[in-house]
């Protein structure tokens, strides 16, 4: 059973910084491109970053570039995202997600075959 569980979410000043993990297990990780995503109250689910397998590819939603980094632990089997300059916008709950395709950087939902739970990140003004 494949299981992506995610954590370090949570409340953060504008500015502030937040580190969110997502231990894979069920699955042979380093197999995988990894993503995030987001969806705030009321909007739909959004692209955030993806990493290659390997790690030595990222793709970033222009919203996050420069703040954001995407990150992976094969050996741990899990992926991170170090978010910093967190400004209110970024309030959302952020999943991870799994794309078999190991050589894809794709933005899109449907490319990615697993998802764990989310975890909530709040950041006040």
């Known amino acids: 059973q494949v299981q992506l569980v995610e954590s370090g979410g949570g409340l953060v000043q504008a500015g502030g910084s937040l580190r969110l993990s997502c231990a894979a297990s069920g699955l042979t990780f380093s197999t995988y491109a990894m993503g995030w995503f987001r969806q705030a109250p009321g909007k739909g689910r959004e692209f955030v970053a993806v990493i290659s397998w390997s790690g030595g590819e990222t793709l970033y939603t222009d919203s996050v570039k420069g703040r954001f980094t995407i990150s992976r632990d094969n050996a741990k089997n899990t992926v991170y995202l170090q978010m910093n300059s967190l400004k209110p916008e970024d309030t959302a709950v952020y999943y991870c997600?799994?794309?078999?395709?190991?050589?894809?950087?794709?933005?899109?939902?449907?490319?990615?075959?697993?998802w764990g739970q989310g975890t909530q990140v709040t950041v006040s003004s």
């Open positions: 997600a799994a794309n078999p395709n190991i050589w894809s950087l794709s933005v899109g939902l449907g490319s990615y075959e697993y």
